[in-house]
């Protein structure tokens, strides 16, 4: 089942610069862990932000948002979700 | 180069129906042309939205517009455009 | 799986009123197959709006677009989806 | 009387973690409390964000009113609140 | 139980003329009655707007609905709703 | 000279707590000697908002300024102000 | 008593000429009589817009809803209205 | 060439006290300079809001903008400006 | 004195084909002659939008009104008008 | 390829005065690094604003994204990106 997500990320001016490096790891981390296991589709930068664009493909909404919550960026993020359905005009459609 | 676009439809309510019927087939017959070229790369529905979110894989910006400008519901859409870049934990970017 | 859905319905001032009538009875209908199917949990009216809040628990996101797409009032509503999870406070959730 | 309500919390970035356990203990009881004694009917998580949308089933206005200053959490929410009627194709209106 | 509401009115501009003479002089009467019942209590125009704003004193959210959905002008407005409850510092509060 | 005016309070989460029992309390006296005086004619509170909606009658608007410049709680709320009149379909318009 | 008024014009694409050229010049000639009175005491064109910025010298809230609710356009106008108040900067205050 | 400016003001709670008064001084000293100097031609308080309407005569873009961005204020202020021009109706229009 | 302009057209749906050849062709002309005369810099399509971003060198604000004024697209467009200054990093500054 | 950008600039109040004179020093060294190698086009102050409007002519996305991710002011910065192409009525289009 396929969401659009995007994460804006806005990190305290203040954060202390290893806090700050280790949460990058770890998110960057996560997300390759999801990806690598087919979850996580897609991750775009989008040009000039601080944010992505990103692809789920997952068992239901309760999987959705247990991946969200659990980013090690979640309490610096905004998030939009959108659902998506398979388009009629998509040539994958038969 | 990567392009994301949202498109929201809004048709007249009094459009003639075959001239409604007609112009769909033409944009649905379009999109799938494009999306075999390769240079739409994946559009899906947005769900309970007349809208779809899609990707784009462009030479640069004069033929993205060129591809959306000549869409056959241009006149009935409102369209939003966001450049993409790969994204620093993309596991494809090596 | 859980969608909340607000509807706002916005009928053209000069819609012919048997169609009007018509149209409207088939919205009631087609919710009301759904709500005995157990799709379509809840349905209440917005306090002095044509709109409605509503609850749905469907197989998936395919499925939900269908329900909501094929909606009698559907040309004529602006349609918001905002997907559910459990929460952590939910007696419900032993 | 039924009521739609949207809580979107922002606890402080900085907020001592005792603190903020104890809050969150709190705020749980406090909503279970409400939940057994049938105010609060319903409790949802929207996917992706710090948020819930919950219906109340309230004496009145003054009632409400009550129930959601005394949230332990009141303080870091953005609460918006729907006053519900019964729907003219609710199943149940008879 | 009291609400605030505002109703900005919106007339179509090629609205037949004796149809919206009609229209404001039931509109009027309705009002009127309501205001005699002691449910509408108050009702101000905004300046410089086709707008008015009302306190209403009513049941409940059923009743509430009731009479702004059979408002002569409800398909030409747009409504805000704002359920009231007593201030700490009204000096009615005792 | 009738306005509408909603104040919405933010204080801050570390405010002191002297300060703010000492702000409240003259904030409740500031807004009582005014009821009194007959110059803030209603004040009721928003249902599940750190906000109220009052209204006033005054000279002018400078005496409406200096009301609202002058609330102990000036400095933490975002204040809406609705310059109103009489509306021809009040009862009391004779 | 001063209050900043703006004005946004949208005349219907299809209004018939004479009846656009008459309501035109009758706005005119209504704007020059109170501007003439003293009342309506500065009106400006804002560049690129068919919309003006205008002060008002009103007796009180009444007498600028009365003008404002007269004007030729006024049906066909988004009105925003802002009450003065003497800035303690101005160097007329003395 | 005129100019309408509003500018919002919002202080820093925790800005000292000292500090604070210098910067006021100096604010309603340089407006008043200008005002004296014909640049800046009005100066409104805008009712219950910590801001102002002000109109400027200025030589061009390049001063308007000098004139703002050395506001001792500046800092802490949200501005919008709206460029003027003499409307068809004015009666200085001749 | 530059200006930043963004126009939006939007076109009725209904409109004569001639009529809408026409207007366009001359709003190309128009464009044309301001921009071989200097005065409209430059003229970029914002992709995937019936809009253009525009750079305007006028004498001052009432020549930039009178430019857009006179648009012959002017009652189809939405037009934001930003003025501009000298940046004092370019590098034309000296 | 031609991009629109806006930068709007925020520096906390509380920045030490050193970082701050540093940053801006490097801000504008970056801008006029790259104004001199023909990829940042335009500079332009919008006037009352701490922003700019600027041109890039950049080989693609990726590269837009990694001149604005490295301007020294970027975590202070809110950013806007419009792709540009070629206007229709542009004379340089030939």
New interface residues.
């Given amino acids: 089942?396929?969401?659009?997500?995007t994460m804006d990320v806005a990190?305290?001016?203040d954060m202390e610069s290893d806090l700050r490096a280790d949460t990058l790891a770890r998110?960057?981390a996560y997300?390759?862990d999801l990806?690598?296991a087919g979850e996580w589709v897609s991750?775009?930068?989008?040009?000039?932000?601080y944010s992505?664009?990103s692809i789920f493909d997952v068992r239901?909404?309760?999987r959705?948002?247990e991946i969200?919550?659990n980013l090690p960026l979640f309490?610096?993020m905004t998030?939009?979700?959108?659902?998506?359905?398979?388009?009629?005009?998509?040539?994958a459609a038969g």
Avoid: Y
Wanted: hydrophobic share 40%; aromatic share 8%.
């Fill in positions: 089942m396929l969401f659009a997500v990190l305290p001016q998110e960057k997300s390759q990806q690598r991750i775009w930068r989008c040009v000039g932000q992505n664009l239901d909404n309760e959705l948002h969200l919550w309490p610096f998030i939009q979700v959108t659902p998506l359905a398979q388009h009629p005009s998509d040539i």
